[in-house]
């Protein structure tokens, strides 16, 4: 078992259940899925790019991506209904706290002139969106074999009722906020 997900059932679940006053285990907020996406805003109609983003997130996340594709038309964005326009991954499980650890322990301190992440990033349903300029701050990542650096959008999604409530599990867990 993954050491946040022990640290989970073992210590946070008694602790939000007595501060959110909750008289079941499983009414405790959890962490349901992780989402990872990175958009292609240059070379949408390449396919190499497609592929080398989709092999970026791929090694990111540590299992396979999953290419994303335009719903609709978009004339002012020069796009055509199917065109790729990024690549996403959804971790669950055992993937989900072992790339969580990752994100807490690894990925975070290594980003320049970190102060902790931002407390006005979620929203409104217990769901929190952190994003990067650079995929470059995950170890996986070499430098020299990226075309271009591209930004991460990383979502984790709680299983809360309030922002709250979701805030408080993602502290607990270990998510470094801001102070103040």
């Keep these: ?3 946040l997900k022990a640290k989970y059932f073992k210590e946070i679940v008694p602790a939000l259940k007595q501060e959110l006053k909750l008289t079941h285990d499983l009414a405790v907020p959890r ?7 990175i958009g ?6 390449d396919k190499g790019v497609v592929k080398k983003v989709a092999e970026t997130l791929s090694l990111i996340a540590g299992q396979k991506a999953v290419t994303t594709r335009a719903r609709r038309a978009e004339a002012a964005f ?3 209904l199917n065109d790729p326009i990024g690549a996403m991954a ?11 650890d990752k994100l ?5 301190p290594r980003v320049r002139d970190f102060q902790g992440v931002a407390r006005t990033s979620f929203d409104g349903r217990g769901n929190y969106s952190l994003g990067f300029a650079e995929q470059v701050v995950f170890h996986e990542v070499d430098y020299d074999t990226i075309d271009s650096v591209r930004g991460l959008q990383v979502t984790l999604v709680t299983s809360a009722a309030s922002d709250q409530s979701a805030q408080r ?8 906020f801001q102070h103040g």
């Excluded at 962490?31 to 996406?37: A, E, P």
């Design 169 to 176: 599990l993602l502290e607990l867990l270990g998510l470094p």
């Design 40 to 45: 292609i805003k240059d070379g949408a109609g």
């Design 104 to 108: 807490i322990s690894i990925v975070l």
């Design 78 to 80: 020069k796009i055509r």
């Design 90 to 100: 959804t971790l669950r499980g055992e993937r989900m706290y072992d790339f969580l």
């Design 1 to 3: 078992m993954n050491r």
């Design 31 to 37: 962490l349901t899925k992780i989402v990872l996406n």
